[in-house]
């Protein structure tokens, strides 16, 4: 027997409890065979029981392109295969002019075989770095799914001719519970294969057996499964059986198909969670000799896995719903609609009222876990205009512990009044406060202040800020995200939309002072005594009035809407509608 050891990618073998080397008299190895390509990888045998008919082995890579040949000349085998980083794709050729076609999916491949004059040097390879690195990897990493799985058509052992009942331990990566498996070739008693060169019998010598394989797959995958069934004699019917152990595997599906042709029998089958062994079983049911008679009859040919639904990641997410399949940390992405952001700069008075003072358009993309948890943050915004000599910082709050921020980038904090944190979030907050700002002089952003009539438009650009958080958050926390100022460098003048509450850090002596009508007691702040805001937090994009342009002039409708708590002329900001807007006092 001559042996070919090969790296495969995972799929379940137990046959490979310890490596083996060939010994044989009559092989020899090429002057270029490296011994060096052994260390570090793994091996299992692939095996010919009877190799006289076979004349040649080519392998090719993916491309086409051969790169390796395993000659049979007069018993001796000539090696010339280099190693191989990817699948390749193995083609039989036999004396006859015949040929059989195997893809394997290979990381590596590589060909060992010891001779006389090298036993020594071989065994020593062996001892030392072949074995420990097989060893090492007695627990294979596991795929999500397996699209093609590694002596199908069970083409190995290689048969010369009729069929041969064989030790399972000479049949890679079939078992059966009687220990034994029965391959024929094709055309035997006139049946030809379906696939290849060789197919399987279900029932080796007994009436009871179970032929069977393992996957190793990951929980949360879903495969799609297909294996040709046929009679042999007549009518036989089999049971395609599915599950995390033999015992525990449920039947899938029922295979009764007559001995005329071969049928294909498909379905899908979902790793539960836990179940990282998966047993793909095969049980006969009856066949045509009898009910209670089954020795004979249920060939299989050809089983395959195919990838339905991947979870590369192991999240519980499939591939197909996850935005993010090889991150086990993310999963999910959440966008927000476009609200605009409108401030009167001049509080605790009103000022103009003109609310063009800054207008920063913004939205957020939140990234989630499988739990539809928050684990990073996106801010997006745009300063419009800033329709005053005023310097004004923005900021952003959440109702979380700064310390769940493992860092904010793409800020702007350069003017020096701002203490912050290492990760980025506003310090000398308490515990329950998270604030952040993106800007500290929104300025920069745009050179005019984009609120004169009839004068030229400033350009704006948009922004954004990233925020990654050390632990996931609650995603509730995303209708609590709230904007608010800071002005002329005093973090003390803050200002937020009404009845917000504020940081801890704001100058709480201001509040019932000019035209401000805020009480603590209450929770009321940010108001005027007729229940006005000094800034508006508004859905979608916003036309701004022009500069001295109290905002009531150019929204008609805004003082009955801000009155009434929003319960009519809910869309004054629709500037489309003409009764909500006097055009000649708007911006744009």
Known sequence: MLSLLVLFSCEKDSHLSELTITESSNSQVTTNFDFSMHQSVEFITQSWEDHSELELIDIFNLNGIKIGQLSMKNTNLEINLPKAKSSV????????GSDFTELLPIEHKTVFIATEDI??????ISTSTTQSAFKSSSSPVCHTCITILNNASGETPFISSGLKVLSESAVPYWHHTDGEVEIHVSGTQGVPSHHGRQFIEINASSDDGTLY????????????????????????????????SLAAAAAKDTMITDNTNWVEYTGTYTVPAGETTTIFAFEALFSAQGVN????????????????SNDSDLDGISDENDEFPNDILRSGIVFSDTSTLAVEDLWPYKGDYDFNDLVAPYSYKAITNASNEVVDLVIYYEIKARGGASQIGLGFSLPANPDKVASISGQYLN???LNTAINGTESGTNSSELHFFVEDNVARQIDGWNTFANHSIYPSSADSINILFNEPNNISMLANLNPF????????????????????LVNSELFGTGDDDSNPISNQYFRTVDGLPWMLNIPGNFNWTTENTNIEDGYLNFRNWYVS????????????????????????
């Open 89 to 96: 794709r193995i083609v039989y050729r036999y004396r006859d």
């Open 213 to 244: 394989r393992e996957a190793c797959l990951v929980p949360g995958s879903t495969i799609g499964y297909s294996i040709w069934h046929r009679g042999r004699r007549g009518v036989d019917a089999a049971i395609i059986k599915i599950g995390g």
């Open 565 to 588: 708590k929003g319960e009519v002329h809910e869309s004054w900001h629709d500037d489309s509608n003409p009764e909500n807007v006097n055009q000649g006092r708007l911006f744009n």
């Open 293 to 308: 008679d089954y020795r004979e009859g249920n060939f299989v040919d050809h089983f395959q896995l195919t990838c339905i």
């Open 485 to 504: 100022v800071v002005i002329n460098q005093d973090r003390g003048k803050e200002i937020r939309t009404i009845d917000q509450l504020p940081s801890s």
């Open 119 to 124: 036993t020594a040097r071989a065994t020593a």
């Open 415 to 417: 003017s020096g009044y």
